[in-house]
């Protein structure tokens, strides 16, 4: 599975969007990206994945570059609830269990 | 709701003990996984696991071992603890791929485990 590369840290004001970047640029064709997110003392939780599309659904939206080298979530009015380390991940398709998680990026919504 | 769970939130063990911790979800996956999870290191993949009696190595096997006798549930053994084992473990499962599309992990809450 290629490798990602995301920010240690970020802040954003609590009802702005928050954007949280992702590389992969060694991803090849047949490599999803997946984002989760764990919260304190909690397990990770699935938030959305995309192949070369952007997606949306009620949590979040993924927007990957069209070289597929990069990808963004977008929070789009972050609360302080989605304080949270959020990781990114590519994976072949049908891969059982090679994921690697990384450090990801720990999100602090500020009031 | 569906959901993974693990038996045990927090848990105390010497050094030398057999210890176990289990995982059950009752979303019908064929694969489980279990992880642990250490300042600094993220999320490292012990075993998984795609059926039942099926087991296959992850990034850092040593030291462990795990048993899956029914689809639902999945053992973590740790053979001998040792205080380098003092990590939080986490329980995972998905459905097995099939078409285009695959699903993401559901996570149990984790168990704090402490070996001393």
């Known amino acids: 599975d290629a490798k990602t590369t995301q920010p240690p840290s970020m802040d954003c004001a609590e009802g702005r969007a928050a954007n949280l970047p992702c590389n992969h640029s060694?991803?090849?064709?047949?490599?999803?990206v997946y984002w989760y997110r764990q919260i304190h003392s909690q397990g990770p939780q699935y938030i959305i994945h995309?192949?070369?599309n952007n997606e949306t659904n009620e949590m979040a939206s993924l927007i990957i570059t069209e070289d597929r080298k990069s990808s963004t979530l977008i929070l789009p009015h972050a609360t302080l609830r989605d304080t949270a380390v959020y990781y990114c991940?590519?994976?072949?398709?049908?891969?059982?269990?090679?994921?690697?998680f990384g450090d990801g990026t720990t999100l602090t919504v500020k009031p | 709701d569906v959901k993974v769970t693990q038996s045990s939130r927090y848990l105390v063990k010497r050094t030398g003990e057999k210890v176990f911790l289990e995982c059950v979800q009752d979303?019908?996956?064929?694969?489980m996984f279990w992880y642990r999870q250490d300042p600094g290191l993220g999320l490292r993949l012990i075993y998984f696991?795609?059926?039942?009696?099926?087991?296959e190595k992850g990034d850092i096997p040593e030291g462990y071992s795990v048993s899956r006798e029914k689809k639902e549930r999945f053992s973590l053994i740790l053979e001998s603890a040792s205080t380098n084992q003092t990590s939080m473990y986490l329980c995972?499962?998905?459905?097995?791929?099939?078409?285009?599309?695959?699903?993401?992990?559901?996570f149990g809450s984790g168990t704090r485990l402490t070996v001393v």
């Open positions: 995972a499962s998905r459905p097995e791929f099939s078409g285009e599309v695959i699903s993401g992990y559901t």
């Open positions: 060694t991803i090849s064709g047949n490599e999803y």
């Open positions: 995309g192949l070369k």
């Open positions: 991940i590519v994976r072949v398709v049908a891969n059982a269990g090679k994921s690697t």
């Open positions: 979303m019908d996956h064929e694969n």
């Open positions: 696991s795609y059926d039942v009696k099926m087991k």
